[in-house]
Structure formats: C-alpha cells, structure tokens
C-alpha cells in the first residue's frame, strides 16, 4: 500500500480520516479494525540504545525561496495558505517568510533521523457513517478526506536557516556571493604533511570572511527541532554557523536516546478492500496538483510581502518621512493587466455558453436526509449516480485598468485590493481540495492577478529629508513636488517623450 508522510501533531491518531492536500484532520476512526481482528498490526520494537537502527539525511543548502523550507518540512502549500503556518503541530511561525525573500542569501541546515517506523496492518475496515443530511462531495471530502492514518514515524528532525540582508546594498552582490561559499563549501580533506600549512590558512580566511558576515550585515537565525532532548548545545553558545553544523552532526546520537514521533503515515482509502464494498463516494486525486499548488504558494506569499510593504509605506507617508510618486514603469503594467482581463473574460464567456441550462442537471438534496450504505448493505452501487461535483467558485476578473492614485488613499484601495487577491487565492485552493482536475485545466482562467503586475501598479516612496521637527517634517512633505523629483532620477523626459510617441 502506497503511504505518504504528513508532519506530526499530537491531535492525530490511528485510524482517523485526513486529507493530504489541505493536510488537515476529518472524522475519527474512519478506518477502524475488523471485529475478530484485535491485533495492533506490525510493530517493530525499540532495540537498544546501541543499537537503534537510523536513516539520517543531512543536507546544508542555499535556499532561494519561502517554500524550500515548506518542501523540507513536508508542509504543503495548501496548508500555509489556508492556515498561514509553516508547522502543523500548532506551535506558532517557525521563520519569517517576508525575511527569507527581503534577504540577499538563506542557507539552510537540516538532519532527518528515522529511527524506527510504526504500521498498524489490522486497519482495515472502512467505518462509513450511515446517516447524514448532506451527501454533496464537499462534504464528503471533508468529512473522509482521502486518507487515513496508519502509522507512525519515529525519530528526530532538525531545521536551521540563517538569513543575510547586506546593510551596504552596494555590496550585496559580493557579500551575497562570500557567503554562499563561506557556509557551503565542502570539509577540506586530511591535508597532506607539505600542504598542511596552507589547508589551515585557507579554513581561516573561510572563518574570517563568515565572522565578517555576520559582524556587519543583518543576520537572522531561525532554528527548530524536535526529538533529540533538550541539550543539543551549551545554554550560553549562540546559534551561529559552526554551533549549528556542530549540532546536526551530533544529532542523530541524540536522537537515538530521546527519540520522538515526527510524521504520521497516511494510506488512502482505495488500499483498502472494504471501501471499495461500500463505494459511498469518489476519492479526489491529488497527485497531479503538487506544480499549481506551489504556484498559488508563491503568489500567496509575495501578496503578503506586498501587504507589510504597503503598511510600513502608509505609515512613512502619513508620518512625512517619505513622499509618493507614480511608478514609471505603470503604463507597462496597466496593458499587460488589461491583456489579462480581456483574455479572462472571453475564457468566461466560453465556459458559460458550455454551461448546463437550470433544470436539467441532477435534482437538488438539500435539506433532505439521505442514506448513505453502510458495510452491512447489500446494494447494487453499480446503478448509482456519484453525487455531482460542485461548480468551482468563480470571482470578478481579476484585471485592473488603472494605477493606484499616488496617495494614502491609494495606498489604502491597493492593501484592500491585495487582500482581495489572496482571498482569492485560498479559494482556489478550497476549489481544488473538491476538484482537482481544475489544477490541469488549460483552459481555466487565473482568479487573481500576478503579484508582479500588482507591484507595478503601486506607487514608489521616496525618502524626504529628516528635520529636527515633526511640523517641519510635515511640512516638507507638503511641499514636495513630484515631477521636481522625476527629474532628478532623469526620467522625467523619457517618460514624457513615451507618452507623446503612443
């Protein structure tokens, strides 16, 4: 039986309904033990401290994005989007997202210890709930999920990222380059007698360049385990590079005297004899959603990068520190937009032609009890009709045709249009979670517009001089001329002499 792994939560337990997608819990004991059968399955005992057999994966990487860590993790994306966590077992925000895009470099750290693992074979009989008002496939969905829980994963895991934003933006490129052979670069060999000497003056200079680093550029440390107990390094040691390598390299020993339950093994239903008995409804697939789904992550967490950048700029202008102008480059994102709207709605246009006239699909439920057959029911399911799919939700086209007006106001009707976009995003990902043959649909439109051109469409803050007073402030804000300061950025002319050859 295929098994997939979810990270552990201490709310799981064996045989309970869950969804891989969403990654989410639904009814317990949706898989539970036939009645002559009161065995616990296979189970493979803990051997001796010395010896536990492990699987150990260490891995030290430049990371370029926030779901790197998300994939490392195991956490998919529709979780963080629905949920906005990056940990399943409810313990808060593990890293900052809007820091790992904001940084020049992310290196991360991670250990995978399996120590052991527990399946539980004697869950085999699909417990089908007899009777419920409402037998839609949503909520079937969500009361099955796709999966069950069927075992255990025991071991350790171990997950550090350190974060590097240059202060010196001019020197970014460099710093960024530094460090990405500083804190990756493979462990010099046993040097020879003659070259040992110069093995030891090059791991210095390594030294030095990541003492550097980390002296005069922001560095951020997110770190995070479990298993492995409480003493993975002195109580006074920062968590630097060296102390972080020095820890995963000793981890797997921890973990093999204070091991801890780390993913659970889910099965889907389909594995199992009785479910195919009892049919009460059609499992979705998800095995090809994994690629939109990490688009729809992306653009989640760029909108939510956009967010905190539209809040810290409203809060500058309204205190006079910075000013706002047109973004230069808006005509570029107002037409691409306007592309993607036209081509929205005509793909809408042809959906609703294709659409069933009222009154001739399946007749409505709603509000009526049914039944739905049992393992003790001796029905002919053959002749059944499976209850139909609901209609994806569809929203506005997701195109704009104009740019933010270079004001608080502006700012404020982008951050409500923002918020609208990501809402739209968490639909889609409730769309797919019922449908998700929606995932390879060519033909189905996007439901929100690309981060990108919505960061265009933004207007551009610029830094106005400090004064020693806050009414002296406002009032060079008030005074400040836009077209004075195109100018100055030299692109006042080009800009005017675009508009004029349209």
Known sequence: MATQLVPYNTAM????????????????????????????????????????????????????????????MNINGAFNIKYDQLTADGSGKFINTNKIKESDVNIMVSVKVVNQIIYDHSLTKFNSITKFKDDSQKRLV????????????????FLAVISIKAKNR???????ADARIAYTRNKSPAPESDKKEFMLDINAKFDKIKNDIAAENEVSVSVMWSGGGQ??????????????????????????????????????YTALRSFHETQAFDLPRYDKTGTYTNVLHEAYLDYKAILSTIQVLAFEVSEGKKALIENFRVQEAIDAAKVIADKWREARSECSTQEPTPGTGPESTEGSEVMVPGPEANLDTKNEKAPPL????????????????????????ARLKCRFNMTRIIEEIDNITVNPEIATDETRPSLYLSPFLFKLLLPLGVDLPAESTKVAQHGKAFLFNPQVCAEKLGVAKTTKENNGSE
Request: some cysteine; glycine content about 6%.
């Open 142 to 157: 969500d009361i099955y999920g796709d999966s069950f829980i069927s075992g255990w994963q025991e071991g350790g895991e």
């Open 390 to 413: 609901p209609k994806p939700k569809t929203c506005q086209s997701p195109g704009l045709d104009k740019a933010f007006p270079p004001t608080i106001t502006g700012l404020e009707e």
């Open 170 to 176: 001019d020197e970014a490129h460099n710093i960024a």
């Open 231 to 268: 003493h993975l390094k002195e109580q006074k040691k920062d968590w630097d590079f060296d102390t972080m390598k020095d820890v995963a390299l000793m981890f797997p020993d921890l973990c093999a005297r204070t091991p801890m339950r780390t993913h659970a093994l889910l099965t889907r």
């Open 13 to 72: 337990k064996l045989g309970s309904g869950f969804n891989s997608f969403t990654q989410t819990l639904c009814v317990d004991n949706a898989v539970v033990r036939e009645p002559n059968n009161k065995g616990s399955g296979e189970v493979r005992q803990k051997q001796s401290e010395e010896e536990v057999p492990q699987s150990v994966i260490y891995k030290t990487s430049i990371i370029e994005k926030s779901t790197d860590v998300t994939d490392e």
